[in-house]
């Protein structure tokens, strides 16, 4: 199957074995969908070895080998439909924004939602709320925040054979929340 470009995982996948996609090299996009019971995936599952391999996952809390992806595991976007529930207020000149936490998230980005529909980067924050001043008065401002989380591989890089072979984590990019609009008075 060296020319598989995509693959569609059921919900019903729990793990995906040892090997199970190795020979894939042009493999590009794994989807996996929402709500899946996906909780491993093992030694060796995949082998992005031409270009990127972008792989939406259930959640933070996969279990993930430190070689799934082997040595071209730099090649691999992990995405999550995680994402946080925010609400927002404006209290005495100052916009606050919370949150609820992830399970292995480490950090959020925080996110004014701009009139093109475009995002901008406001802050990054290793906490579930944050304080944003600067709002004018008479406007309506739309935020939202986004998790980032890591996945510990239980990788032993004191026994590796060769620096930056295998990781110690996977940084997985989660799912933008729902706008929340702040009317500043």
């Given at each position: 199957m060296g020319s598989l470009e995509k693959i569609n995982i059921?919900?019903?996948?729990?793990?995906?074995?040892?090997?199970?996609?190795?020979c894939c090299y042009d493999l590009k996009e794994v989807?996996?969908?929402?709500?899946?019971?996906?909780k491993k995936i093992g030694y060796d599952s995949f082998s992005p070895a031409n270009g990127t391999l972008e792989i939406t996952i259930p959640s933070f809390e996969?279990?993930?080998?430190?070689?799934?992806?082997?040595?071209?595991?730099?090649?691999?976007?992990?995405?999550?439909?995680?994402?946080?529930?925010?609400?927002?207020?404006?209290?005495?000149?100052?916009?606050?924004?919370?949150?609820n936490e992830i399970p292995n998230a480490t950090t959020y980005e925080v996110y004014q939602k701009l009139k093109d529909g475009t995002y901008k980067l406001l802050k990054t924050t290793k906490d579930t709320s944050v304080e944003l001043k600067g709002t004018k008065k008479g406007y309506r401002y739309k935020f939202a925040v986004k998790a980032i989380g890591e996945i510990n591989t239980n990788c032993d890089l004191k026994n590796q054979k060769h620096d930056d072979y295998y990781p110690e984590f996977f940084s997985v990019e989660g799912a933008m929340s729902d706008s929340v609009t702040v009317s500043v008075k």
């Amino acid at each position: 199957m060296g020319s598989l470009e995509k693959i569609n995982i059921p919900a019903e996948v729990e793990e995906i074995p040892y090997r199970c996609f190795v020979c894939c090299y042009d493999l590009k996009e794994v989807y996996i969908p929402e709500g899946s019971k996906l909780k491993k995936i093992g030694y060796d599952s995949f082998s992005p070895a031409n270009g990127t391999l972008e792989i939406t996952i259930p959640s933070f809390e996969v279990e993930i080998n430190e070689s799934a992806f082997g040595v071209r595991y730099k090649n691999v976007k992990l995405k999550s439909y995680i994402k946080p529930t925010v609400e927002g207020e404006y209290k005495n000149g100052v916009c606050k924004l919370t949150w609820n936490e992830i399970p292995n998230a480490t950090t959020y980005e925080v996110y004014q939602k701009l009139k093109d529909g475009t995002y901008k980067l406001l802050k990054t924050t290793k906490d579930t709320s944050v304080e944003l001043k600067g709002t004018k008065k008479g406007y309506r401002y739309k935020f939202a925040v986004k998790a980032i989380g890591e996945i510990n591989t239980n990788c032993d890089l004191k026994n590796q054979k060769h620096d930056d072979y295998y990781p110690e984590f996977f940084s997985v990019e989660g799912a933008m929340s729902d706008s929340v609009t702040v009317s500043v008075k």
